[in-house]
């Protein structure tokens, strides 16, 4: 009895001191964090803009930021970088949007989409410019923005390329009820206006 005790003991003790020695060689080293935390502080700034859009508080169920990173100086030159992401706060935690690559499924935008929303021709309106805030088109492409309904689906074309039609679409049930939006790179020939 006495040498499962020892053994429970001996084994406590190595376990407690395997512990100590791996923590201590993950200390921070706090002046060093502190420097680094303030050239960060006089390099970058970030800004937190929620969006408050009428049309983006019509269809979505939850707030909708848009965050602008800026770093400056870094290498001592006077150059500045600007990042910006839009993300949505559900309350618990923020996302940002799906990333659009080429033809893109979509379903984390449609979940975030209001129960009581209705897309018909008085909200396509709305709807356009929802994207024009969730996904803004780049400054340097041309404004290509048109929305159409055809075949139970809405189509919110927000580029052209080689004539062919890219953007949104959006497919509703009887009531306008949204139940699907991908985004394509080419509709086929039927589904254009």
């Not at 003790?13 to 935390?37: A, H, K, P, W, Y």
């Not at 969006?51 to 602008?68: G, M, P």
């Not at 910006?84 to 990333?99: A, K, P, S, W, Y």
């Not at 306008?176 to 020939?189: A, D, Q, R, S, V």
């Amino acid at each position: 009895m006495s040498q499962i005790c020892k053994n429970i003991v001996s084994k406590a003790l190595i376990g407690i001191f395997l512990l100590s020695v791996s923590s201590s060689f993950c200390q921070n080293d706090i002046e060093g964090t502190q420097r680094l935390d303030n050239f960060l502080s006089k390099s970058c700034t970030t800004q937190y803009n929620k969006i408050t859009s009428e049309s983006v508080q019509r269809i979505l169920k939850y707030d909708v930021f848009h965050i602008k990173q800026e770093t400056k100086n870094i290498y001592g030159e006077k150059e500045r970088k600007v990042n910006g992401f839009i993300v949505i706060d559900n309350g618990q935690e923020v996302n940002r949007f799906e990333h659009i690559k080429t033809n893109t499924e979509l379903p984390k935008l449609t979940s975030n989409i209001r129960e009581d929303f209705v897309q018909n021709k008085d909200a396509a309106p709305h709807f356009q410019v929802f994207l024009d805030y969730i996904y803004p088109i780049a400054e340097w492409k041309p404004d290509k923005r048109e929305f159409f309904f055809k075949n139970g689906k809405w189509y919110f074309l927000r580029d052209a390329y080689f004539r062919s039609k890219q953007g949104f679409q959006v497919t509703v049930n009887s009531k306008g009820k949204i139940t699907h939006i991908c985004y394509k790179m080419k509709w086929e020939e039927p589904e254009s206006k």
